[in-house]
């Protein structure tokens, strides 16, 4: 059991029978009346967001996630298949538990599955990821403005900016949690 007064970003508690996870809070003294704590929660299994206040003294049980890393193997439609690369056994996804990740990920790529009680429910990618950029206009020899950037095109399809010297078919570092550009490769 945790108690409301510990709530921390990240933490899974269950509410009412489903599984939330904890996206901010904050700690409130009023200077009339009794301290509390506001939340804004995320439930884990349909993505919905709930604000809620709760009294620093309320208990909930902690919901336990396991993770495992899995192998992103095609996409078929609308279903994206995963591997356990210890038991070779196959996992397919809807595009809703992958939504995230989608942006960042290739085939053959290693990712982290969330599970709750043995039902996986998202899909992470690594922090950091090296893909090519497909398109990009060419960077203008003596625009050397501090800073200055341009829209380019990954192989997975996400957008993203880079630097003028960055040209296409060029391998670079991207922030999976940010989704900004962070080095060539």
Known sequence: MIMAGDFRKGVTV??????WSITDFQHVKPGKGAAFVRTKLKNVMTGAVLERTFNPTDKYPKA????????????????????????????????????????FIVENETVTVRFYKGTPFSVAA???????????????RGDTATNTTKP???????????PLFVNEGDRIRVDTRTGEYMSRV
């Open 152 to 162: 380019a095109t990954l192989e997975t399809g996400y957008q993203l900016n880079v």
């Open 126 to 140: 690594p922090n950091f990821v090296e893909l090519t950029v497909t398109a990009t206009e060419p960077g203008v």
């Open 64 to 103: 336990h996630i396991e993770t495992k890393e899995m192998q992103y193997l095609y996409a078929d439609g609308e279903l994206y298949y995963f591997m356990d690369t210890e038991s070779y056994e196959q996992l397919a996804l809807n595009a809703d538990q992958v939504e995230e990740a989608l942006n």
């Open 14 to 19: 269950e509410i009412d029978g489903q599984v």
